[in-house]
């Protein structure tokens, strides 16, 4: 059974640019959530959809927004990039509310210059 | 807001036991996640203990969770140099599959 998979796994963006992040769930899982992980932060969560909406949220500007596919697919995008961007994009994915079993992938690890 | 604490590091001998602490705040929680992340790589999932249970034991970890205190711990048994890495607690409340972490605790196991 594959993992979450998230592409592209290194990516460098300048100041200004946008940037699109992929994120294919475990097949069968139906709720997607990213989270960023930065040296000073920590893991905070961006947010969460479940069957192509989204549930819940985190305290993020408006810069940062996603969407799920009916596939389950998700992608999160961040426009107008700050240099405070820079981190290690993670996405997780489990089957269901009511189900523990909770996976991340690798992660998407954005420089922004 | 929820809030989970962990101590950032513990040093360890190969072969010896460690035990990473954890506290949380959120009394509602229904899950309770430790995960392992080694330099570079996403989060590994190592275990998981639901709220209504005091102890889960899977091959050389054993999680301890004192619902009253709302402490959580992770015993490595007989650890190894490939168990060094940095190991997060994680809460997950009522709602949703949102997880709370806390900042993680470096484990460096010696020779």
């Known amino acids: 059974k594959a993992g979450v998979t998230q592409t592209p796994r290194y990516l460098i963006k300048t100041r200004g640019q946008q940037v699109t992040l992929s994120c294919s769930p475990i097949?069968?899982?139906?709720?997607v959530s990213w989270y960023q992980q930065t040296p000073g932060q920590g893991l905070q969560f961006l947010f969460e959809?479940?069957?192509?909406?989204?549930?819940n949220k985190g305290n993020f500007p408006g810069r940062f927004s996603g969407r799920q596919f009916s596939n389950s697919r998700s992608e999160m995008n961040v426009s107008t990039l700050e240099l405070g961007d820079s981190a290690l994009y993670l996405c997780?994915?489990?089957?269901?509310?009511?189900?523990?079993?909770?996976?991340f992938g690798e992660g998407s690890r954005l420089t922004v210059l | 807001g929820e809030d989970v604490e962990q101590s950032l590091f513990l040093s360890v001998r190969e072969g010896d036991s460690s035990v990473i602490n954890c506290t949380y705040t959120?009394?509602?929680?229904?899950?309770l996640y430790w995960y392992k992340q080694e330099p570079g790589a996403g989060l590994q999932l190592l275990t998981y203990i639901f709220s209504n249970m005091d102890m889960k034991q899977d091959q050389r970890l054993t999680v301890l969770l004192n619902k009253k205190d709302k402490h959580l711990s992770l015993r490595i048994a007989d650890t190894q140099t490939g168990d060094s890495a940095i190991y997060f607690c994680?809460?997950?409340?009522?709602?949703?599959?949102?997880?709370?972490f806390g900042k993680g605790t470096m484990l460096l196991v010696s020779p």
């Open positions: 959809y479940f069957s192509e909406t989204q549930r």
């Open positions: 994680a809460e997950r409340g009522t709602r949703y599959s949102t997880l709370t």
């Open positions: 097949s069968g899982h139906r709720s």
């Open positions: 997780a994915s489990s089957h269901e509310t009511s189900d523990g079993e909770l996976f």
């Open positions: 959120d009394s509602s929680s229904t899950y």
